[in-house]
C-alpha cells in the first residue's frame, strides 16, 4: 500500500512491527536512488565472505535445495557487509527470491513435493536474487508526479528514469 501511494505523489510513512517489513519499505518506499549495482549482485552471488554455515546446518533438507541453502549463507555472508538503503535493498531482494522460489511461496511446506515445472521453481536462489535485485533497482529508478492536488482527480505522470 505504501509504495502505491508513493507511486500516487503522496507523502507516505510507513512502519511495521515487524522488522521485514520495514525493510521491505525502506527499499521500495524510501529509497529513490540507491541500488544494489552490478558489482553488488556479483559480490553477494559470489563466493561467500566467511564459512558461516547456519542456515545450512539449521534447515537441512527443509525448503530449499543444499545448494540453494548455501547461497543463502553465502549471500547474507555479503549482505551483513552492507549498512543503510543498499542492505534493506539487498534483503529485500533476497525476501523476494525466497518467496518466489518456495511452491506457492508458502513455507509451510517443507519439502519440494509440489514441484509441478514452473519456472520459479526451477530457478535457483542464486538466479532468482539476481532477477529480484534488479526488479528493485527498477523501483528505485521510477519518477513519478502528481499533477494537481491531492484526493482531487489530479493526473498521475511517470518522469523518465534515471541513469544508476
Known amino acids: ?58 534447515f537441512d533438507g527443509l525448503y530449499f535445495t543444499p545448494e540453494d541453502r548455501a547461497f543463502l549463507d553465502s549471500a547474507w555472508s555479503h549482505i551483513d557487509l552492507l549498512s543503510g538503503a543498499k542492505r ?28 509441478d515445472g514452473r519456472r520459479d521453481l526451477r530457478l535457483s536462489l542464486r538466479e532468482h536474487f539476481a532477477e529480484t535485485a ?10 513519478v508526479v502528481r499533477v494537481g492536488r491531492p484526493g482531487c482527480g489530479g493526473a498521475v505522470r511517470r518522469l523518465p528514469r534515471r541513469a544508476a
Do not use: C, H, W
Open 88 to 115: 534493506s535493498r539487498a534483503i529485500s531482494s533476497l525476501v523476494l527470491a525466497a518467496a518466489r522460489k518456495q511452491p506457492r511461496g508458502v513455507f509451510t511446506f517443507t519439502d519440494l513435493r509440489y514441484d
Open 1 to 58: 500500500m505504501s509504495y502505491t501511494l508513493k507511486s500516487m505523489g503522496y507523502a507516505v510513512t510507513s512502519n511495521d512491527f515487524l522488522s521485514f517489513p520495514t525493510v521491505i519499505a525502506d527499499a521500495s518506499v524510501a529509497n529513490n536512488a540507491v541500488t544494489l549495482t552490478d558489482g553488488d549482485v556479483a559480490r553477494i552471488t559470489g563466493p561467500a565472505a566467511d564459512s558461516r554455515d547456519f542456515i545450512q546446518t539449521t
Open 134 to 143: 534488479a526488479e528493485y533497482n527498477e523501483i528505485a529508478m521510477e519518477r
